[in-house]
């Protein structure tokens, strides 16, 4: 679904002549294709989101790395490439319902998790993928955990 809809954008930006937003879109779409052939099948939708996902994180370090160097010419290009692929993930959960989802599993797997305390990151990781950068889900639960 999402690879359809980054076609049909494909297409739009092209006949608006939008070239930054064409480029990024078919560095997008070329990343999943490669993705494809190395797995010998279709992505899940899940895994689509996993491929962009490592885009967004590519172009922050890029931004990061531009910001330390004073390249401030490169800095724009970035940014707008990063706003653009920004656009096709889903939205993240708020830091409330992110508290209160790691409460949740906490409190589930309260036995496991006195038996080895650092099963807590695996469970909150499996259970968030998608829903939360991995930074933000583990800086919430060490912050839960502290209390």
Do not use: W
Request: glycine fraction near 4%; charge should be neutral; include cysteine.
């Amino acid at each position: 679904m999402i690879l359809q809809q980054l076609q049909a954008e494909q297409i739009t930006a092209l006949k608006s002549k939008e070239t930054l937003k064409l480029q990024t879109i078919r560095g997008i779409i070329s990343q999943i294709k490669n993705k494809e052939i190395d797995k010998h099948a279709p992505l899940t939708e899940e895994e689509c989101f996993e491929v962009i996902k490592k885009i967004k994180k590519e172009y922050a370090e890029s931004i990061d790395s531009f910001t330390k160097g004073g390249r401030t010419d490169l800095l724009e290009e970035v940014k707008e490439q990063l706003a653009i692929v920004v656009a096709y993930l889903p939205a993240e959960i708020s830091n409330a319902e992110l508290e209160s989802s790691i409460q949740s599993i906490l409190e589930k797997n309260a036995v496991l998790i006195a038996q080895n305390p650092k099963t807590a990151i695996g469970l909150c990781m499996k259970e968030l993928r998608g829903k939360a950068d991995s930074s933000r889900i583990l800086s919430t639960l060490k912050r839960i955990q502290s209390v």
